[in-house]
Nanobody
């Protein structure tokens, strides 16, 4: 059983930055594909970024390219999402997720089998 705990969300002004962290326990973190998803009210959960087990391959949603960066520290069992130049449309609950079965990165929420509880990001204009 894998447990994921997100932290780092909060209220920030447009143009500001936040760094989300997701600490994993109970599994083999360094073997898992990890993803960050977000869900705004009334919208579907959407993949913002994903990273391969080694960190060597990453994906970023087009809308956040150049502003958000996903990274991981396997010895610390932690994945990060650095968010810069935040916009009001980035406001959502952000979730980290682990896929313990598929080695290649992907954006399909239904395939990730462990999820954190989510952390709220609010961006004021």
């Amino acid at each position: 059983q894998v447990q994921l705990v997100e932290s780092g969300g909060g209220l920030v002004q447009a143009g500001g930055s936040l760094r989300l962290s997701c600490a994993a326990s109970g599994g083999s973190f360094s073997r898992y594909t990890m993803g960050w998803f977000r869900q705004a009210p009334g919208k579907e959960r959407d993949c913002v970024a994903a990273i391969s087990w080694s960190g060597g391959i990453t994906y970023h949603k087009e809308a956040v390219k150049g502003r958000f960066t996903i990274s991981r520290d396997n010895p610390k069992n932690t994945v990060y999402l650095q968010m810069n130049s935040l916009k009001p449309e980035d406001a959502a609950v952000y979730y980290c997720a682990a896929d313990t079965h598929i080695a290649t990165i992907h954006t399909r929420a239904g395939t990730y089998d462990y999820w954190g509880q989510g952390t709220q990001v609010t961006v004021s204009s």
